[in-house]
């Protein structure tokens, strides 16, 4: 069974710093290689991707919104990426999801619950 799990949402002011978790089941990272990502949704956004990650190479990429603010890493032991969010402003609240591409999939396919996180001015 394929399953992504989020935690490490909650609530905090402006310039508090939060740490994203994303644990991975049912991936065959020994077969295939995957992408993962961190995307955000809030209301009268459309769904944006914050962050992803090679899963192999470990290649990283950000939205301009949080370069230098936000770092991905993984962890292919625990089978877990993480998102280190500093500096946050109200502009990051939303509901995070984690999700997965395998590589030539075209999209990402495999999503997690997401997990809220609301920043306070």
């Known amino acids: 069974q394929v399953q992504l799990v989020e935690s490490g949402g909650g609530l905090v002011q402006a310039g508090a710093s939060l740490r994203l978790s994303c644990t991975a089941s049912?991936?065959?990272?020994?077969?295939?290689?995957?992408?993962m990502a961190w995307f955000r949704q809030t209301p009268g956004k459309e769904r944006e991707i914050v962050s992803s990650?090679?899963?192999?190479?470990?290649?990283?990429f950000y939205a301009d919104s949080v370069k230098g603010r936000f770092i991905i890493s993984k962890d292919n032991a625990k089978k877990t990426v993480y998102l280190q969010m500093n500096s946050l402003t109200p502009e990051d609240t939303g509901v995070y999801y984690c999700?997965?591409?395998?590589?030539?999939?075209?999209?990402?396919?495999?999503w997690g619950q997401g997990t809220q996180v609301t920043v306070s001015s």
């Open positions: 999700a997965a591409q395998r590589v030539g999939a075209g999209e990402y396919d495999i």
């Open positions: 049912g991936l065959n990272f020994n077969a295939y290689t995957y992408a």
């Open positions: 990650i090679r899963w192999n190479i470990g290649t990283t």
